[in-house]
């Protein structure tokens, strides 16, 4: 990655893009700043790494921290932005303590995490395993915590959303950063950015910043908006939107005058980038509709009769816009293909009978092949009809969402 391409410059070429600007060729401030992130838990006070617990919940004697309340409007700005069905699959970058992992699981999401410091990880792992209940048709395996340097490895999988929550100023290199990012999307997926913003050149809030960089050795240093919007676009993202807060509750007694203003004015505290970015392009409204998000097409490779029953080679493609997660066949929420038996007359006669579990995850797009087996034994005496489908564990048949299932007429016991 050249220094030129990592930072972009956009209108006033020659002015900084961020706070600190690091050449990435500059080898020895790179790993400084990068062991420095590594170390920053270990580094804080005792009572600071309490608070890692506590987080985004931070009270003291005179009452909520603003920081609190900023964090849980965020969280709800997130989720109803990115408007996922429960049990999509979202990455949390630069977790921390994994506080957003956590709400967003309680959420019905599957999770993972992924930080560069394993300190910080063991912190959102704890948090997890001390949940006294847990979401509805939910288990922990629906939520996970790994070590990522994102700026230099990616995850060999794919997911609906990614989230990246108040770290991207700690990234030397965000534009590799940003790109191994987009190869982990799926087609359909999106991309949220809630970051903080450049503060004026010498002012009170760019001291405080090089103030804690000193003290922590990590990087503190957020981005010029256009500078963002330019490395999002450079990432390869089809369509990039910026976003801004709003104010709170307007009082109703107030004139309309105040209102609008409120109501369109900034929140407190300094500007922030909010940022969202999708992958591809989204369907405008009265395009076609909406594709499904749960929609799969099936072709019989094979069909082997045996001793033991019928052998069915099937080939799945995921054309809805979800990733589906595949997984042990217990567990809820996890994808794999199933099958329900129909007698001739069409009465449902079982629907257990030939599960198989898909054999990786499967992004918009993919597909595999599954060998699904069914027992002679639960063939009706008269025939009947054998509808493979794909069901998502405990919670839906893909045929109760509107994807046709594969029909293949069964000839009775010989």
Same mark, same amino acid.
């Given at each position: ?11 006033? #070429? ?7 600007? +690091? ?91 992924? %930080? ?8 959102? *792992? ?10 509805? %048709?939910?288990?922990?395996?629906? +939520? ?13 999988? *794919? ?97 309309? *005058? ?19 970015? *999708? ?28 001793? %033991? ?69 639960? #063939? ?10 794909? +069901? ?19 000839p009775g016991p010989r």
């Open positions: 990655m050249s220094d030129a391409r990592q930072n972009p410059r956009g209108p006033g #070429t020659g002015n900084r893009i961020r706070t600190i600007e +690091i050449p990435l060729s500059d080898r020895e401030r790179v790993a400084s700043y990068k062991q420095g992130a590594i170390d920053y838990a270990r580094n804080l006070p005792d009572w600071a790494r309490q608070e890692l617990y506590r987080k985004p919940f931070f009270t003291f004697t005179e009452g909520p921290q603003e920081v609190s309340l900023v964090y849980l409007r965020d969280l709800a700005n997130l989720v109803e932005l990115a408007a996922l069905p429960g049990g999509a699959s979202i990455l949390d970058v630069a977790c921390g303590p994994g506080w957003l992992s956590e709400a967003l699981f309680r959420f019905g999401y599957r999770v993972t995490g992924v %930080d560069i410091a394993e300190d910080l990880l063991e912190v959102a *792992r704890e948090r997890i395993r001390s949940l006294p209940y847990l979401p509805i %048709d939910r288990d922990r395996s629906w +939520i996970d915590f790994r070590p990522l340097d994102i700026e230099t490895e990616r995850l060999d999988r *794919r997911f609906d959303a990614v989230v990246l929550y108040d770290c991207l100023h700690h990234f030397l290199d965000a534009a590799t950063a940003l790109e191994n990012l987009h190869s982990m999307l799926s087609p359909h997926g999106l991309l949220i950015i809630k970051e903080g913003e450049m503060p004026p050149p010498g002012s009170e809030g760019e001291r405080e910043l090089l103030a804690e960089s000193e003290e922590f050795t990590t990087l503190e240093a957020p981005f010029r908006p256009e500078a963002l919007e330019a490395l999002l676009r450079g990432a390869g993202f089809a369509e990039v939107r910026r976003l801004l807060p709003a104010a709170s509750l307007i009082p109703a007694d107030e004139g309309i *005058r105040v209102r609008l203003r409120r109501a369109f004015g900034p929140p407190p505290g300094p500007p922030v980038n909010f940022f969202l970015a *999708r992958k591809e392009k989204a369907s405008p409204a009265g395009a076609g509709g909406a594709p499904a998000r749960w929609l799969a097409a099936f072709e019989l490779r094979q069909s082997t009769e045996t001793a %033991d029953g019928l052998d069915v080679v099937v080939r799945v493609e995921n054309r809805g816009t979800s990733v589906w997660t595949a997984g042990d066949d217990e567990k809820p929420g996890t994808v794999g293909l199933a099958c329900r038996l129909f007698s001739a007359a069409g009465e449902k006669l079982d629907e257990f009978n030939g599960r198989a579990p898909l054999p990786r995850d499967l992004a918009p797009g993919e597909a595999a092949e599954v060998t699904l087996r069914y027992p002679r034994t639960a #063939t009706p005496a008269a025939g009947g009809r054998l509808a493979i489908d794909l +069901i998502s564990r405990g919670q839906f048949w893909f045929s109760d969402q509107g994807s046709p299932a594969l029909l293949l007429d069964l």
